[in-house]
Nanobody
Framework: EVQLQASGGGLVQPGGSLRLSCAVS????????MSWFRQAPGEGPKWVSS????????IYADSVKGRFTTSRDNAGHTVYLQMNSLKPEDTAVYFC??????????????WGQGTQVTVSS
């Protein structure tokens, strides 16, 4: 059974930090590009960040660049999102995504359940 279990969300004040984790099982983690998406109330999902299979070359949406850092532990089957200098507009449900890319096409992907992040004073 494929599982992507996100955790680490919560309530934080503006300027604070949170670290999200997404632990996966049921597929070969190191074969998949891992991404984070977020969905704010009343909006569709938006891409936040992706990291390659080997853990290098993470890319970020402009809205989080310089504040968020994505990393992965292939041995531990976990991807992380370190979020610093949080702003109220970062408030959203954060989801992790696993994508198997074959010839530049997403051949298979899995989604985890979300974890709520609320940035408020």
């Amino acid at each position: 059974e494929v599982q992507l279990q996100a955790s680490g969300g919560g309530l934080v004040q503006p300027g604070g930090s949170l670290r999200l984790s997404c632990a996966v099982s049921g597929f070969t983690f190191s074969d998949y590009t891992m991404s984070w998406f977020r969905q704010a109330p009343g909006e569709g999902p938006k891409w936040v960040s992706s990291i390659g299979k080997a853990g290098g070359g993470a890319i970020y949406a402009d809205s989080v660049k310089g504040r968020f850092t994505t990393s992965r532990d292939n041995a531990g089957h976990t991807v992380y999102l370190q979020m610093n200098s949080l702003k109220p507009e970062d408030t959203a449900v954060y989801f992790c995504n696993a994508a198997f890319v074959w010839h530049s096409t997403v051949a298979r992907e899995y989604w985890g359940q979300g974890t709520q992040v609320t940035v408020s004073s």
